[in-house]
Structures are given as C-alpha cells and as structure tokens.
C-alpha cells in the first residue's frame, strides 16, 4: 500500500506521547480524527501498531518499526524545510529549549539574548523544568540543558562547562552557630531540597569520611531560589550553586561558609536526538552554548 504521510503523522504523535488527546492536541485536530487515522493506517498495513491494555497504550513490535522509520522520514523532511525556507531568505525555524529551573531562570535567558541578536531567524521558546528527558524523548522539546548525566537510545550528549557550589549562611546565622568548619554543621538546620540530605553530596563527598558531619536537622525545600530566601532569613546552611547567590555575595546578605573548601561539581550538557543534531539552527545553537564560561555567565 502507499503510505499516507497525514496517517503516518497521526501515528507519530500518538506513539510519541501514548495518549491519543495528547497526539489531538500536538496536531491540533480531535482525537476522533486521530483515531480514524491510526485506524486506517493499521488496515492498510494489516498490523496492530499499538498494544492495548485497558487504558494503557504501547507500541507493538510492528508499530516499533514503523516509529524508528517515521523518525528518520520527518526528521530529514525537517531538513529539507529548513533548506527551502533558508534559499527564500526566511527565517530558520524554532527551537523548543529545556533548561533546570534555577540555571535558566537565573542566567541562560540573559546569556542567549546574544544569540537571538545573531540569529534572528531562529525563533527560540524556553521550558524550565526539574525533569527534562522524558519531554526532550517525547519531541515535546527539541534540546535541553542539563545537569544530569541521561543515556538514552539515539540521544547526542555535549559537555559544557562545571557547575560549582558553594555552602550559604546569613552572616548572623554563621556567627550564632559558630560555623568554622564543616563538622559544626553536625545537629545545625540546613536546607536541602531532599528530606535525606542527598542534595549535600558534592560537599560531603568532597570531605574525608571522618569530617563529614552528620545532618540531622534538615528542613526540606525543593526549589533553590528557597533554599536561598530561607538562607536570607537565617532558617538554616543552604548548598546551592554558586552562580546563584553572586549577588547576595556581593551585597553581604549572605556568605560562603567554607571558601577555601574545594567541593565537587557537576557536568552540564547540552542533550538533543541525533536525528535532528544536523538541523542547521540546532549546530548554530549548540555552537553558542558551547562557548558558555562560567565567567561569562556571572556577568550575564
């Protein structure tokens, strides 16, 4: 049978999100016209493309192949629109971009500011999120800026820079609870953004394992930017990068406990599917990030 490139859509998008309103919406159509799609195509292929299960969907084998091929097609016919669309001199078409909550919140906006002036044809939309793969496998983003290290089938992985931290007081907390050196933390509030203290491991793992203090009285906070506040008001020794209280440095308004300690950091990367890494807005994207220094973005 000849394919239909509107059914082979349909299919795309429902097995890239396994839930036929969500493939409606990502299309703009209704989920019926989805569904009669799917069906229509599965008829003429003579094959179940999905496994159905009450209200769960997945991909069944035949359907696995047909995805891996649908991939290829509409990633190279991305391609191709962003060729035609560069020889009439329009613009180069959007990148979603995926970053952590406090790093792009705080600075990679700012720094891109320089991009968008250079590349005013690539048009760039911003999500900030704790969990940003599932989206970026998804195709709900296109790239994403991340922390974690992510390993995944047919994913492209670039370093960028080290992300350092630092240990936060109020100045007022720091001289009330006397804190000279990292076993003075034993039995002080801290603030972390897990009730475990795991959040801390760059800097205890940094420690010989008879300094480490024991954190007992942790006050949970699952954002940075409250870790901070709270810091501000003297509720406890916070643990955040350091790219994020620059400012409260300078003012004074809060201090780095341990400066001289050397802790451990974190990888950033930039992380895309491979298919779409040849996409020219994405290597001119990729380019810029890949010039990020940490200098650079304190000034930003």
Known sequence: MALDLYQLRAFFAVAQTLNYTAAAARLYVTQSAVSHAVAKLERGLKE????RGGRRLGLSEAGRILYKSCETVFYELERAEERLAAGRGRGAGNIRLGATVEFGTTLLVKYLKGFIRKHPGVHLDFQFRHELLKPLLDDELDMIVDCKSHKAE???KTPLFRE???VIASPDFVRERGLRAPRDLAGCPVLSMDKGGLWWGNF???????ERPELGNITELNHIRAIINAALE???AGFVPRYCVLKEFKAKTLVNVFPRLKLLEDNFY???KAGRAGLERHRALLEYLRNIKTTA???A
């Open 204 to 210: 205890l793992n940094a420690l010989p394992q008879a």
């Open 234 to 236: 003297g509720l406890g």
């Open 297 to 299: 973005l304190e000034r």
């Open 270 to 272: 930039v992380y895309q």
């Open 154 to 156: 047919g994913l492209e």
């Open 48 to 51: 179940e493309l999905f496994v």
């Open 164 to 166: 350092e931290y630092a």
